[in-house]
């Protein structure tokens, strides 16, 4: 009969040294991970979906302010208001502003936005700000996450059902599980020959739809600039591509892309004469609206539901995006005696709400005729008030810090 293999002392020795190994590299992937370098704090109890407000309240007054430098407008999610302050992500209660919950990393945030019911943060890396995870704004639970090569600083935005990440040399159009679905300008790493690793032109302003991406560029062997409209395909980092050049155009004019809907494009051209354009996706223009002056040049755009509206400064231009070009010019708010608009609009009820020096003016949102005035002390400022509706509450991002306002 056989005898049956036993152990020796050397056989335990490395047997107990393969697991001592193991367990030392486990240990070591555990401390250089994500996950060691993450805070997640969900939420007690799902958050309530906001219910649309019935009316805009006949005065309002501050309810809450939260630093959130992280963000350059109001971000809801799931029924919560969003703010990014250092590494943490926030959600709070519309009315209170108590923390719901919370999302952070040991790494200081590149920005945050949302799309659909998440909330999108932005964290750096060795590939630029590339790094992003997603929190289900209803429950605090992380979502779908992605990572990629990306600029040390980019500009986020979303339509609401895409967000678009851009920097000086690439962006990327993201869906809502973070899939990429349009990719454009350099790479760190050269994936296919017809794919350059290194940046032709200098990405100066941009905006996108789920539809398209448009973006001015700066290339070295062009003193003007030129308007590039991208269309995802049926691969990500090979888009649809059409050039539209702009003579007499400079990097240092001022022009910027304003808005993008559908796969029609708003821009701003400040020579012969201030102007804005409106374009389709074969470069044509099908529209052309003369402006008063250059904008500022911290004039910004909002979306409020099937409006964009474009704040230059001193007036606020009103389109809608479900005319037959996609965007469709309505009318322009304009200063009224000592009611100047500091920021662009927002809809309540059915009804614009435009912030002015002193409070809210309230127009007519299909006509643009007023309706009247609330009032509201407000401390002088050169950036923009950007509101948003959460419920009843009216948000206002004031430079750095983010307002909640309600009828008390």
Not at 45 to 52: G, K, R, S
Not at 68 to 96: F, I, N
Request: aromatic share 6%.
């Amino acid at each position: 009969m056989v005898k049956p293999e036993r152990r020796t002392r050397g056989d335990i020795a490395a047997a107990v040294a393969i697991v001592a190994i193991v367990a030392l590299a486990a240990g070591l992937i555990w401390w250089t991970s994500d996950a060691r370098a993450t805070i997640s704090r969900p939420a007690a109890a799902p958050v309530p979906y906001l219910t649309p407000a019935r009316e805009v309240p006949a005065a309002l007054q501050q309810l809450w302010a939260a630093d959130s430098p992280k963000t350059t407008a109001p971000v809801l999610a799931g029924g919560s208001v969003v703010t990014g302050e250092g590494s943490t992500v926030s959600g709070r209660d519309p009315v209170s502003g108590a923390v719901l919950w919370s999302y952070a990393r040991d790494l200081e945030l590149c920005g945050v936005t949302s799309v659909y019911q998440y909330a999108v943060a932005v964290y750096p890396d060795i590939r630029g700000c590339g790094q992003v995870s997603t929190v289900d704004g209803k429950t605090g639970r992380r979502g779908p996450a992605r990572t990629a090569y990306a600029d040390p600083e980019v500009r986020l935005s979303s339509d609401g059902t895409t967000v678009l990440s851009a920097g000086d040399s690439r962006l990327e159009l993201w869906r809502s599980d973070m899939v990429r679905m349009l990719s454009y300008g350099a790479l760190d790493a050269r994936i296919k020959p017809d794919v350059p690793a290194s940046p032709v032109c200098r990405q100066l302003s941009a905006a996108a739809s789920s539809s398209a991406v448009s973006v001015l560029e700066a290339c070295p062997k062009s003193k003007f600039v030129r308007l590039t409209l991208l269309r995802p395909a049926d691969d990500e980092d090979t888009p649809e591509v059409r050039y539209v050049e702009l003579q007499d155009i400079t990097d240092e004019s001022g022009a910027q892309v304003i808005a993008v809907s559908g796969t029609t494009t708003a821009v701003y051209l400040p020579t012969p004469r201030p102007v804005l354009n409106v374009i389709d996706e074969t470069g044509k223009t099908l529209a052309s609206l003369p402006l008063a002056a250059p904008p500022a040049p911290q004039s910004t755009t909002s979306r409020a539901g099937d409006l964009i509206t474009w704040w230059t400064g001193d007036s606020v231009l009103v389109f809608s995006t479900t005319g037959a070009n996609g965007l469709e010019y309505k009318y322009t708010v304009s200063p009224s005696g000592p009611h100047a608009p500091v920021g662009p609009a927002t809809v309540m009820a059915g009804q614009l709400l435009v912030p002015v020096s002193d409070g809210y003016d309230v127009f007519d949102q299909r006509t643009g005729a007023g309706q009247r005035h609330i009032a509201l002390p407000r401390a002088p400022s050169v950036s923009p008030v950007v509101p948003a509706v959460a419920g009843d509450t009216v948000l206002e991002q004031r430079g750095t810090q983010l307002v909640a306002l309600g009828s008390g």
